[in-house]
């Protein structure tokens, strides 16, 4: 009895409220990330916005309310609890556009039969076609990228909050908590077309959902990630090529650390997650012995690639679905120096998808995957990979063995486990 007792008047002194069942359990704005719970546990864990004063917490409604809660009180913990949708695209590309914009002169200049395919676009001078994308890009970078300080708990209120085409940038902070949000991803208004990147040229955007770069303890946990009403295939094509307007769905990039995404759904995208960008020996400095990541209870699904590809971290991936549409090509990307642990998931593959291209080998580098289910039957996803992929073999063996898991289910209940539970709308 003192002991509950106790418990109920701390949980008062937090929350400032007292609804009965709140003697037991923080209200979700004050959940922190449970102790031994993937990466983002590791050390002092992460904790968000949970000790936030009443006077930081922030309830929003719209995109300027959400910045300004943001921007607030530099250093205070906060809690920013986000009602509804919220617009963070403004009010549409033709806003953000430099004087003297033209795409059509746009697309006349740099077209293959003119331009070539040899030169990039890089030295375009500021008042040519290029040049203006570049200014008018730099207008929607600054109004759809929201960045994050150290110690927030970002939090979507019930089952139908999220934004719809932000870009949080969570950046050079420590003790970040995002949960319970729908993202629907932004569409750059101005992708850059780069006549050298393939045979074909691309075209080439920016904007993730949300960046994790250089931060550490950061939770992302029952969010949806989704293309939602502007799938690729609703894309226009210049050039021959998708005019591609998407990037990532998460990317934790540039010696991020202790990163643990639980519970979300990662839906109906091209290039999904990142764990590290680059191989370059500037990027290895930065990254090597970092980029430590927990994916556990998430749902992949209509993905084409990235969930993720790795590059130099230890990430531990279990008890996760993937579930495989049109298009599908990977779920992990065995990159530079990465040391992936795939247990325990589970994969959905339709008729005339085999299990070897769950792995895709971009560098040599040691994987373990153990007890993972494909279609329902146990599967070696490394030896049907190197059967079924000539020419790429992987190696058996990450060299770690992770220990910060709370809970590990067995594979064939997670399809129904995280059908039922992952994404917004689930938990607040
Ligand atoms: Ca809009
Ligand atoms: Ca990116």
Redesign the pocket.
């Known amino acids: 009895m003192t002991a509950l007792v106790g418990c109920t008047a701390l949980v008062l002194a937090v929350t400032g409220t007292a609804p009965a069942q709140a003697a037991h359990r923080a209200a979700t704005e004050r959940q922190v990330l449970p102790a031994g719970d993937g990466w983002a546990a590791y050390g002092a864990g992460t904790t968000g916005g949970a000790a936030a004063d009443r006077a930081h917490v922030y309830t929003v409604t719209t995109w300027e309310q959400f910045k300004a809660a943001l921007a607030d009180d530099g250093g205070a913990p906060r809690i920013i609890r986000v009602k509804g949708v919220i617009d963070a695209d403004g009010p549409g590309c033709d806003t953000f556009a430099a004087p003297g914009y033209d795409f059509g002169a746009y697309l006349a200049k740099y077209a293959p039969e003119n331009w070539g395919r040899t030169t990039t676009l890089d030295g375009e001078p500021d008042d040519s076609p290029e040049g203006l994308r570049r200014a008018s890009a730099a207008g929607q970078d600054a109004y759809i990228k929201a960045d994050v300080p150290a110690d927030t708990t970002i939090v979507g209120v019930g089952r139908n909050a999220g934004f719809n085409g932000a870009s949080l940038q969570i950046k050079g902070v420590d003790n970040v908590i995002v949960r319970n949000l729908r993202f629907e991803s932004p569409l750059d208004c101005f992708p850059q077309w780069d006549p050298t990147d393939t045979a074909d040229g691309n075209w080439n955007s920016e904007y ?1 959902s949300a ?1 994790i770069y250089g931060s550490t303890h950061v939770w992302m946990d029952h969010n949806t990630f989704t293309d939602g009403d502007h799938p690729d295939s609703t894309l226009p094509h210049y050039f021959g090529r998708i005019y591609e307007q998407h ?2 769905e998460l ?1 934790v990039v540039k010696g991020a650390d202790y990163v643990t995404a639980s519970w979300n759904v990662f839906e109906d995208h091209d290039k999904t997650i ?1 764990v590290g ?1 680059s191989d370059s020996a500037a990027t290895a400095a930065v990254d090597r012995g970092h980029l430590k990541v927990t994916f556990h209870h998430n749902l992949f699904r209509n993905l084409v690639e990235r969930a993720p590809r790795v590059r130099f971290g230890q990430v531990d991936s279990y008890n996760n679905h993937f579930v495989a549409g049109d298009g599908y090509s990977y779920s992990y990307g065995i990159g530079m120096e990465s040391q992936l642990v795939a247990e325990h998931n589970a994969f959905t593959l339709p008729d005339g998808v085999t299990a070897g291209p769950i792995l895709k080998k971009w560098k040599d580098a040691p994987v373990t995957a153990a007890d993972n289910y494909v279609n329902g039957r146990l599967t070696d996803l490394i030896a049907v990979h190197n059967a079924e992929v000539p020419g790429e073999t992987l190696r058996s063996g990450a060299g770690w063995t992770p220990v910060l898991r709370t809970r590990v289910d067995p594979a064939r209940a997670v399809p129904g486990l995280v059908g039922h539970r992952a994404g917004a709308g689930r938990i607040g």
């Open positions: 993730d960046v990037d990532g990317d990142l960008n």
